[in-house]
């Protein structure tokens, strides 16, 4: 074959695999404008009394992005702390998005996360007082907005760290707060989690893990790439043992978000690894609940996973056993889940947030609303 011959050929491939690339492409926006749009339909605001935003507002010096959805802004202000750290929960919102019957619901990108994202953060304020301070802002923008005294704090995993320590320190902003998959003493969770790990990787003779895990020894971690390596295999077991709400599941509700763009949804893993090597050492080595934060004065609501292998249940159990609530304090399990209580058994995170936290803590209504 002749070298012309040979390149009219490779054109030839390179074309048709353009415009294979570009065919799908094509397919794969037009099908998610047909998702958003369903999505957007189901959980339009129809009341002109409701709220329906996103918006930017400065925290601590840095442009960060909140959502707030309601049907009607006098009812009472839910903020959502969310996980990772770096792992923003506005994309997934629509899910739980009949919860804005009930409460103006804030979701909030925290600081390197999702739409919050950027490369000018200051790698020294990745810290956890930070993103207090940038919570504390946030809870009195929004006071301050919807003239109201107090609101719900609702901290699902690394966001319930932020969210207990929040309440700790201004018990008067909040009608009650709801910690999922809480969070507690991590130092110990850790060695905990390792031990799971390595215990079922010896009963299922798994050489790779064994020796992986064997390698970068027990707890606490020296450098990000061990910490890696455990939370690959901690991750690997949990997922076995129990698999209540698959990423792509996860994946599959992201694409359908009418509040994220492409752009938003290409900073999602972005953030994630930007947040998690700035926080991982603080939040793993340095922070434990249990001497920082030993007494709340608000009702308290711990929604725990059953099968939760990433904070473990038997610890945050035992916190919520030891912490001391003179208002009040529930622990709640979700037998059918594992981190994602609310995303796994939804009806009833939904019904557990309205049927008990709202119905046995809301506040009397204003006459000057």
């Known amino acids: 074959m002749s070298p012309k011959h040979r390149h009219r050929i490779l054109k030839r491939v390179l074309v048709g695999a353009g415009a294979l690339?570009?065919?799908?492409?094509?397919?794969?926006a037009v099908l998610r404008l047909v998702a958003q749009h369903r999505v957007a339909e189901r959980i339009?605001?129809?009341?002109?009394?409701?709220?329906?935003?996103?918006?930017?507002?400065?925290?601590?010096?840095?442009?960060?992005?909140?959502q707030i959805r309601g049907h009607d802004r006098t009812k009472p202000i839910l903020l959502f702390l969310h996980g990772g750290p770096g792992f923003p929960q506005m994309p997934f919102s629509h899910l739980n998005a009949e919860l804005e019957k009930h409460f103006v619901v804030v979701q909030w990108d925290q600081r390197g996360a999702g739409k919050s994202y950027a490369s000018a953060i200051p790698d020294e304020s990745m810290q956890l007082d930070q993103f207090v301070a940038d919570a504390h802002e946030l809870t009195t923008l929004l006071l301050q907005r919807f003239d109201s005294e107090k609101c719900y704090l609702v901290a699902h995993s690394w966001g319930s760290l932020i969210g207990a320590l929040i309440?700790?320190?201004?018990?008067?902003?909040?009608?009650?707060?709801v910690g999922i998959g809480q969070v507690a003493g991590l130092p110990e969770t850790q060695q905990v989690r390792y031990d799971f790990a390595l215990d079922h990787a010896r009963e299922e003779n798994n050489t790779d893990a064994v020796a992986e895990l064997?390698?970068?020894?027990?707890?606490?971690?020296?450098?990000?790439?061990?910490?890696?390596?455990?939370?690959?295999?901690?991750?690997?077991?949990?997922?076995?043992?129990?698999?209540?709400?698959?990423?792509?599941?996860?994946?599959?509700?992201?694409?359908?978000?009418?509040?994220?763009?492409?752009?938003?949804?290409?900073?999602?893993p972005l953030g994630f690894r930007y947040s998690f090597s700035q926080l991982w050492r603080e939040i793993f080595y340095e922070t434990n609940l249990f001497e920082e934060v030993p007494r709340i004065?608000?009702?308290?609501?711990?929604?725990?996973?059953?099968?939760?292998?990433?904070?473990?249940?038997?610890?945050?159990?035992?916190?919520?056993?030891?912490?001391?609530?003179?208002?009040?304090?529930?622990?709640?399990?979700?037998?059918?889940?594992?981190?994602?209580?609310?995303?796994?058994?939804?009806?009833?995170?939904?019904?557990?947030?309205?049927?008990?936290?709202?119905?046995?803590?809301?506040p009397p209504p204003s006459p000057t609303r």
Not at 222 to 240: G, L, P, T
Request: charged share 25%; aromatic share 12%.
């Open 44 to 66: 339009r605001v129809p009341s002109p009394k409701g709220i329906a935003s996103i918006e930017k507002v400065r925290l601590g010096g840095v442009d960060q992005s909140i």
């Open 21 to 28: 690339v570009l065919g799908v492409t094509i397919i794969g």
């Open 167 to 177: 309440v700790a320190r201004y018990p008067e902003l909040f009608h009650a707060y």
């Open 214 to 268: 064997t390698r970068i020894g027990r707890p606490p971690h020296s450098d990000f790439d061990r910490c890696k390596i455990m939370e690959k295999w901690v991750n690997h077991y949990a997922a076995e043992e129990h698999r209540s709400f698959p990423p792509t599941r996860l994946a599959r509700l992201a694409f359908a978000s009418p509040a994220y763009s492409w752009i938003d949804l290409a900073k999602i």
């Open 297 to 362: 004065e608000v009702p308290v609501y711990f929604f725990i996973g059953r099968h939760d292998w990433v904070v473990t249940a038997d610890v945050a159990q035992r916190y919520f056993a030891e912490l001391e609530a003179p208002r009040g304090k529930q622990l709640i399990w979700f037998e059918e889940s594992a981190h994602w209580p609310h995303f796994a058994e939804p009806e009833k995170y939904r019904e557990m947030l309205v049927g008990k936290v709202l119905a046995e803590t809301a």
